[in-house]
């Protein structure tokens, strides 16, 4: 065994030299100090020299001289191992590791307790256009059955809840109420206001070629309250409380919590997605309505200090335009995208996986589920009220 060094000249640099056996076999000799905060050497320079010997047996280990050690020197044999693995059926050695120190040997059977999956360490670079489109259809098509068994639990909830026998809380049900409804009036707001000037923007610009100014109340008023205002409001939702919500189930998933409400007897359906579908429900299509109004008035303010109306000019051409078949159509509208913006959320949050990198993705496909959901339901429904007569 080689004398600790002094410590006043530092740590003995690590080496790795590769020797031959008189039996034909190869030996790593491990020496010095192997540390992070050292010069590793390279683990391709070794590979590279075993590379040129004449097909080496068994690959044996010689650490009598080495001093000390960290992750450092477990990380190197890592690398060392895994390439030789890949090896297989090249003339790959066997490796002995009856040399290493136990520590070290202990740590490099955790780090190969499980074996690498095929396909691991393949980018997305090397997957094909079509390869991709394939495993989107193929995940559309699996996550299709889930939706489906996901709604059919929602209504055995519902059944449940109408017969009196579901376990929700009255003041859990109140509480996700406010956030859904009362907490998101700031931003729906802002966003239907500006949605609005928008509408009365374009309206007024080219309406003026036409000497018709007065029909942007028309335009605004038509647009908010038969599909734009439960748009925005669903698109709002969509990023807003369909995201929270898949984040706080998704939390609980990762933390065992929804196990634990099974274990107690009690359904997470129940307990945790009903209350919020319902309260998504309820409140979607009053803030529909409020955005309709603050549309609305987003014209006006540019209907008047752009187009030169009077107020009593645009609101009596909106009140003129605007039935109650419109209003109807935009109230069923936004019920319709607030089921789907609370089944999107939940369902997602209760697919999400064991680790906090998964509550991210379940957080993100949420949205993105919802708002796709939203634009196709929208196209339906337009096609539904227009064949209704309702247009």
């Not at 074996?115 to 094909?128: L, Q, T």
């Not at 159509?329 to 999107?344: E, R, T």
């Amino acid at each position: 065994m080689t004398e600790p060094p002094d410590a006043r000249s530092g740590p003995s640099p690590p080496l790795a030299l590769l020797e031959v056996s008189a039996d034909g076999g190869a030996i790593l000799r491990l020496a010095g100090t192997w540390r992070l905060d050292q010069a590793l050497p390279l683990a391709e320079d070794l590979l590279a020299r075993l590379a040129t010997l004449p097909g080496p047996k068994v690959l044996t280990f010689d650490c009598s001289d080495l001093i000390d050690w960290d992750s450092g020197l477990v990380a190197y044999l890592v690398a060392v191992m895994s390439q030789l693995r890949g090896w297989a059926g090249q003339g790959a050695p066997d490796l002995d590791q009856t040399g290493l120190p136990e520590g070290v040997r202990g740590l490099l059977n955790l780090a190969f307790a499980v074996p690498e999956r095929a396909g691991d360490r393949r980018g997305k670079a090397d997957e094909s256009f079509l390869e991709e489109v394939g495993a989107e259809a193929l995940g559309l098509v699996r996550s299709t059955g889930e939706i489906m068994a996901f709604l059919g639990e929602v209504v055995l909830s519902l059944r449940r809840l109408i017969q009196g026998r579901a376990g929700l809380r009255r003041a859990d049900f109140l509480l996700v109420l406010q956030q859904a409804g009362a907490e998101a009036l700031p931003i729906v707001s802002l966003v239907s206001f500006l949605v609005g000037m928008i509408f009365g923007y374009i309206g007024v610009q080219q309406l003026a070629q036409f000497g018709a100014r007065v029909y942007v109340a028309s335009l605004v008023g038509l647009a908010m309250t038969i599909q734009i205002g439960a748009l925005v409001t669903a698109i709002v939702l969509s990023g807003r409380t369909g995201a929270a919500y898949a984040a706080q189930i998704g939390t609980m998933q990762v933390n065992e919590e929804i196990d634990a409400l099974r274990t107690l007897g009690i359904s997470p359906m129940d307990f945790l997605v009903l209350p919020r579908m319902l309260a998504l429900i309820l409140m979607t299509p009053l803030l529909a309505v409020y955005a309709d109004l603050m549309g609305i008035l987003g014209g006006a303010f540019v209907g008047i200090l752009v187009g030169e109306l009077t107020p009593t000019e645009y609101f009596t051409q909106t009140q003129a335009t605007v039935g109650w078949n419109h209003i109807i159509q935009g109230i069923v509208s936004a019920a319709v995208y607030g089921a789907i913006v609370a089944v999107s959320g939940c369902l997602r949050g209760m697919q999400c996986g064991r680790s906090a990198a998964a509550v991210g993705q379940a957080t993100t496909s949420a949205v993105v589920t919802a708002i796709v959901a939203i634009v196709i339901a929208a196209a339906v429904l337009t096609v539904i009220f227009n064949a209704l007569g309702l247009q």
